[in-house]
């Protein structure tokens, strides 16, 4: 009948603690992502886009676990299009996940294994529901930072591969200042 005090805590935008990683993703590992070559060519490739922190309580893999995350994604556009996550599918395709915006306003963008692509509009309170094998990546369409936070079995692991070969089916764009999938 002992009472610990938790290992990880979290903030509106991070989880600290122990079993957290973090990781940021700078324009230079995003090389390939966006479709206008020629502005990514100019831009600093030292520039924070996204940073994720992740408590990982057992080990990648294990069946039957949760892991949660929290995202960071900066403002920003390379030419027309919106900064966003690389996007994945997840390594054993039938891993459903979670995600609910926290902070700001963006749209998580799906794509199923048929190549189809539709949008949902992230803002603070959003809940989104990913069913297996639908590829995610999340765009910030805003002036401040969008915050997301998410839930994914522990077994579900990343494929970023298919993606890196193949993109998503269509791209969200600025046309005239409205967010739009071409
Ligand atoms: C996951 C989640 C999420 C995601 C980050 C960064 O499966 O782990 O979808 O934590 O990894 O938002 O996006 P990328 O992994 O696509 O870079
Ligand atoms: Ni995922």
Same mark, same amino acid.
């Given at each position: 009948? !002992?009472?610990?005090?938790?290992?990880?805590?979290?903030?509106?935008?991070?989880?600290? /603690?122990?079993?957290?990683? !973090?990781?940021?993703?700078?324009?230079?590992?995003?090389?390939? &992502?966006?479709?206008?070559?020629?502005?990514?060519? !100019?831009?600093?490739?030292?520039?924070?886009?996204?940073?994720?922190?992740?408590?990982?309580?057992?080990?990648?893999?294990?069946? @039957?676990? $949760?892991?949660?995350?929290?995202?960071?994604?900066?403002? @920003?556009?390379? /030419?027309?299009?919106?900064?966003?996550?690389?996007?994945?599918?997840? *390594?054993?395709?039938?891993?459903?996940?979670?995600?609910?915006?926290?902070?700001?306003?963006?749209? $998580?963008?799906?794509?199923?294994?048929?190549?189809?692509?539709?949008?949902?509009?992230?803002?603070?309170? *959003? $809940?989104?529901?990913?069913? @297996? !094998?639908?590829?995610?990546?999340?765009?910030?369409? @805003?002036?401040?930072?969008?915050?997301? *936070?998410?839930?994914?079995? *522990?077994?579900?692991?990343?494929?970023?591969?298919?993606?890196?070969?193949?993109?998503?089916?269509?791209?969200?764009?600025?046309?005239?200042?409205?967010?739009?999938? &071409?």
């Amino acid at each position: 009948n !002992k009472v610990f005090i938790p290992e990880v805590f979290f903030t509106n935008d991070c989880l600290t /603690g122990e079993d957290v990683v !973090k990781s940021t993703r700078v324009l230079g590992d995003l090389d390939g &992502v966006f479709q206008d070559k020629e502005a990514y060519g !100019k831009m600093n490739k030292e520039q924070a886009v996204y940073h994720v922190s992740s408590y990982l309580p057992v080990l990648e893999n294990t069946p @039957g676990g $949760l892991f949660m995350g929290i995202t960071t994604l900066y403002p @920003g556009k390379v /030419g027309q299009e919106y900064f966003m996550t690389k996007g994945h599918f997840h *390594s054993n395709s039938d891993r459903a996940e979670f995600y609910w915006g926290v902070e700001g306003e963006g749209f $998580l963008i799906l794509m199923d294994e048929r190549r189809n692509v539709w949008a949902e509009r992230m803002f603070p309170g *959003s $809940l989104h529901y990913i069913p @297996g !094998k639908v590829a995610h990546r999340v765009a910030n369409t @805003g002036y401040q930072k969008l915050v997301f *936070s998410a839930c994914w079995p *522990s077994d579900a692991g990343h494929d970023y591969a298919t993606i890196a070969d193949a993109g998503f089916a269509r791209r969200l764009v600025d046309v005239n200042g409205v967010p739009t999938l &071409v």
